[in-house]
């Protein structure tokens, strides 16, 4: 069962860029006044989510190798580049909605 978190560094990677588009939704609902806790749910069921993608990309990594197929990487790689594609289209929109500073 170790190959299920084998490149873990690739789960990090993913795991860092939801939390960073979790904050700057905070961020926004707290600007603007309307923060409450009913992302959290949303935030769990995403994590959820791409935790279950990713260990597909591992067990697809394993099974190849054990069948002597030798994919290198190209599996988990797909997955986490798409997931990574996802929250950064998120977290530009959400950078581009922040209300603008006056002076």
Do not use: C
Request: aromatic content about 14%.
């Amino acid at each position: 069962m170790n190959f299920l978190f084998e490149n873990f560094e690739i789960f990090l990677i993913v795991y860092v860029a939801v939390l960073l588009d979790t904050v700057l939704g905070v961020v926004q609902a707290r600007i603007a006044g309307q923060f409450n806790w009913a992302f959290l749910p949303e935030f769990l069921n995403t994590m959820i989510k791409y935790t279950i993608y990713l260990l597909f990309g591992n067990v697809v990594e394993h099974f190849a190798a054990v069948t002597g197929m030798k994919i290198d990487g190209m599996g988990l790689y797909f997955i986490a580049l798409v997931l990574i594609t996802v929250e950064a289209a998120s977290i530009k929109e959400s950078i581009q909605t922040l209300p603008k500073k006056t002076k």
